[in-house]
């Protein structure tokens, strides 16, 4: 089906918008090199529409029927010659009062990055273009056009020695038992074999899943967990925080239990001394953690943030979908493996399948997922709201604009026994003459500032409604402070 041609209204239409991201002016072309610049740059950056036989200021200057057979002559060299890949742009002439203008639209490439005649890759930045040269922008590039991977980049200065051997010999006996290519071989060689070394060195996959200790040549490459007690992120005070280093199965250990110890647990049809169910179901948790840990982009130097608000959990992981996946491709299940070999061998060390299941698995379960990419913050974010909450025997119905109590920020009563570390029992010695603020029980701990061990005991002695704050309506007043309560009072006793 034939589109409707381009008249000189539409046109003036468009140019009265002006040169932006996907719409550039020029007056003409007199050399192939030039032309292939801006067409790499639309074609690396999503696409965009050449006007040729426009001024930058918008004034059409036309073209005479002999400047289109020239231009047509040019296009087809540089589109042809002088990117590669090679590109397929579209052309229309419009008939306008000034003369022809030629209308070159490229579409958004799918084999990234575009590079011009002399090797360089070019993108448009608002109405202009720029040379990239950042590495890492370059690295995400081609791993966009499947010609690189992260996890399979070789880590400079390991040695198989930096593995955790027992625990990946432990991995060989339960999944490659029956492989008699691996029996009797070096481990830089089974290694090599499984994609997790090159012989010399570890790949990024054979750090992340099986190193020793994964942080001292990829400190980014962490989770940094924050539960705020209200439903910003810009909250002086926060309930609590942790990172998480370690292989790929450590960090999502602990960054589970972080996020269910900071969620609430509701009743529901289980009897009086069952333990709760958490307030959104566990499996929704578990797919979106592990689809950050395997799908995030290696390339890019940032951790995964877990934010927990009074509302909402955020996952928020670096680099946006590929270009080939949209939200609603991840919705139906559909998938692009960022990380091949990570994910190859993460299906059997954590609840990871690589089906493109994980995401519908986790709307299924909890419906109230919103997954948002950006490309121009180079993140992909899971926004998890959490149900609205029925303080303990308030009644009331909490919303955004009220100021949540400290005690409607933890879980429900814990009636079991509560085991007391050395921390806990300092904390309800110093509140047991009297209350007090966070900075005199901080002096009277000994500590000039909090420390996790401080953050986490505050957090549990508040779940186990042992301590209590003395202003429970203004969580962030300067004047708050914490006491003992009867329950407390009875265990220090």
Known sequence: MNETPLTETVLQERIALGEHTRQQFKRSFNSPDALAAELAAFANSGGGTLLIGVDDDGTVTGLSAADIRHLNQMLSNASSQHVRPPIHPLTENVKTHAGLVMVVTVPNGLAKPYLDHQGRIWVKQGADKRHVTAREEMQRMFQSGGLVYADVVPVAGTTSTDIDEPAFRRYLAQYYSADDAQAGLPLDAVLQNLGLGDGRELTLAGLMLFGRNPLRWRPAFTIKAVAFFGTSIADSHYQDSQDFNGTLSAQYTEALAFIKRNLRRVQGDQGFNSPGILEVPEVALQELLVNALVHRDYFTSASIRILVFRDRIEIISPGP???????????????????????????????????????????????????????????????????????????????????????????APVEAPVALTDTDQKILTALAAQPLGRSPLLSALGYSQPTGNYKAAMTKLLQARLIEPTIPDKPNSRLQQYRLTEKGRSVLK
């Open 321 to 411: 979908l590929p270009d080939s996946l949209s939200i609603d491709d991840i919705r139906h299940g559909k998938t692009n493996r960022r990380n091949p070999t990570l994910s190859e061998h993460a299906f059997r060390l954590l609840p990871y399948r690589g089906l493109g299941s994980g995401i519908p698995r986790a709307l299924g379960e909890w419906p109230q997922i919103e997954l948002i990419s950006e490309v121009s913050g180079n993140q992909f974010t899971a926004r998890v709201q959490r149900p609205g909450a029925l303080w303990e025997g308030s009644g009331k119905q909490v919303t955004e604009q009220d100021e949540a109590p400290v005690e409607a920020l933890v879980e």
